[in-house]
């Protein structure tokens, strides 16, 4: 008799496999790389732009499949987003990465960004446990020094959060149309500790692990708020500035700093960050709604975005999960089935492919967002289904 756990490890399977990835691999652009737009209705914009987090996370995402299930396919998609990205998107002049390019490659916005940095660090880190070429870890090693070099604050710690193309300071340093103009961010922090730790797992540099373990204490103590929530902005010495509460990033930030804890390989230093990465998890869990869905944020005013957006579900997912196998909470479990039961009627686009951006508040499908852009990836949905089958594994 199938048990719970057999019929959610098998749906898990079958959306990375044929929903999630099998759908990007219609993505390569015959010629180099892959699409930089879609839109929701499957229209593949070829023209479009092509940013850098798309990119980098198509390389990890890819790269990491591999790993788990080693379809040669999954292993050429990950080298020809690695080549493309590294030829067009790597400043041969200045170092780091690009913000954008046209379709063709050509250098579109320069700037340099702490968040683009870090997610080049972690794709090519991931490419290189697929490959083992050792110029793509030698490009991984050298964006981590341009990071240290550049955007590391000597007097007040942590890094600023972007820099012109020279690496000069530059007076907007928004990541986003949604974020303010910060000098330092939850966000960036948040993925350039992911990616120290991916990288520390195949370059175990001693200056590599000083800057990781400097990353997890921060997040612990500058960016963790007294209310177990994630501050967001920041001035350059760490004033906070307002922001709102971020549910899907508070879940987010509750596996991931234990995870990267754990690579550290150090029980003072998992020790020091496990009640921290619990509070987190606990303080997330207050966007839960009855249907088993989270919230996306609570905003300066006090009131809710209560769009239930992709990236937050698959979150809570593996959150949850983790608070169950490494907290002793028990009920987390059924919390990340119920929100699997959520993403899987409600978000899998079983016709289209991937997922839809959002469940709006009347509950219907947000369809005015890609299905594949700047920031539509396959790098949320991918890693809970891979961190799923590891778990169970």
């Not at 591999?66 to 690695?82: G, I, W």
């Not at 149309?177 to 922090?189: L, R, Y």
Request: with cysteine.
């Amino acid at each position: 008799m199938e048990t719970r756990t057999d019929i959610f490890l098998r749906e898990i399977t079958d959306v990375l496999e044929h929903n999630i990835l099998d759908y990007w691999l219609t993505l390569r652009d015959p010629g180099g790389g892959f699409y930089g737009e879609v839109l929701s209705d499957g229209t593949v914009l070829p023209e479009a732009p092509r940013g850098v987090i798309l990119n980098a996370r198509i390389i990890w995402a890819f790269s990491a499949a591999f790993a788990v299930l080693p379809r040669p396919e999954y292993l050429a998609a990950a080298v020809t987003a690695k080549d493309w990205f590294l030829t067009h998107f790597v400043d041969p002049d200045h170092g780091g990465v690009y913000w954008s390019v046209t379709a063709a490659g050509e250098r579109l916005d320069d700037k340099k960004q702490l968040y683009a940095q870090g997610f080049a660090i972690y794709g090519l880190s991931e490419c290189y446990k697929a490959t083992r070429d050792v110029k793509v870890l030698a490009a991984a090693a050298a964006l981590f020094r341009t990071v240290e070099d550049h955007f590391a604050d000597p007097e007040h710690g942590g890094y600023i959060e972007a820099l012109a193309r020279d690496f000069s300071p530059l007076e907007d340093m928004s990541l986003s149309a949604h974020d303010i103009n910060a000098d330092k961010t939850m966000n960036s922090h948040l993925h350039i500790l992911e990616a120290y730790a991916n990288l520390y797992a195949v370059w175990p540099d001693p200056s590599l692990r000083a800057a990781l373990v400097r990353l997890l204490d921060l997040t612990c103590t500058r960016i963790m708020g007294p209310d177990g929530h994630l501050q967001l902005y920041f001035r350059r010495d760490w004033r906070v500035l307002p922001g709102a509460v971020s549910y899907g990033h508070d879940i987010e930030t509750s596996w991931l700093l234990l995870e990267c804890a754990l690579a550290t390989h150090d029980l003072d230093v998992v020790s020091r960050v496990r009640p921290y990465a619990a509070a987190l998890g606990r303080a997330g869990n207050e966007g839960l709604l009855p249907d088993g869905s989270m919230l996306y944020e609570k905003l300066p005013d006090g009131s809710f975005d209560e769009s239930r957006q992709w990236w937050v579900q698959a979150e809570t997912v593996v959150g949850n999960l983790w608070l169950w196998k490494f907290h002793g909470d028990d009920a987390g479990a059924d919390r990340a089935l119920a929100c699997w039961a959520f993403i899987r009627d409600r978000l899998v686009d079983r016709a289209g492919g991937d997922w839809y951006w959002a469940v709006l508040p009347d509950g219907s499908r947000d369809l005015a967002q890609p299905k594949a852009g700047f920031w539509k990836c396959p790098y949320h949905n991918v890693r809970m289904c891979l961190e799923i089958l590891k778990l169970f594994g």
